[in-house]
């Protein structure tokens, strides 16, 4: 079993920034490419924002997020991140972390995660 923590929500005004982290205590962490998904208010479906590659190497992200967003991570602290600036009003939701054993590069496909966080809730204010 792995255990994902998500810190770093908040509430910030459009056009700003934050960092999420999620941590996990497991040394099998760079085993996992690692993926980032939220899920806006109102009923609507888990939506995929970013992947990482177990070494870091390679990242992948959605369209509505590209060039504002950067998903990183650091294997000796067992660490994902995820850094979001120029932040819109139709980011807020709730953002959770996930690690998919299976693919190196993981993937945009919910179903395919092994390890969910709790989330972590990001609201941006027009």
């Known amino acids: 079993q792995v255990q994902l923590v998500e810190s770093g929500g908040g509430l910030v005004q459009a056009g700003g920034s934050l960092r999420l982290s999620c941590a996990t205590s497991?040394?099998?962490?760079?085993?996992?490419?690692m993926g980032w998904f939220r899920q806006a208010p109102g009923g609507k479906e888990r939506e995929f924002v970013a992947?990482?590659?177990?070494?870091?190497?390679?990242?992948y992200y959605a369209d509505s997020v590209k060039g504002r967003f950067t998903i990183s991570r650091d294997n000796v602290r067992n660490t994902v991140y995820l850094q979001m600036n120029s932040l819109k009003p139709e980011d807020t939701a709730v953002y959770y972390c996930a690690a998919h054993g299976i693919y190196y590069r993981g993937s945009r496909r919910p179903d395919e995660y092994d390890y969910w966080g709790q989330g972590t809730q990001v609201t941006v204010s027009s």
């Open positions: 497991r040394s099998t962490f760079s085993s996992f490419a």
């Open positions: 992947t990482i590659s177990r070494t870091g190497d390679s990242t």
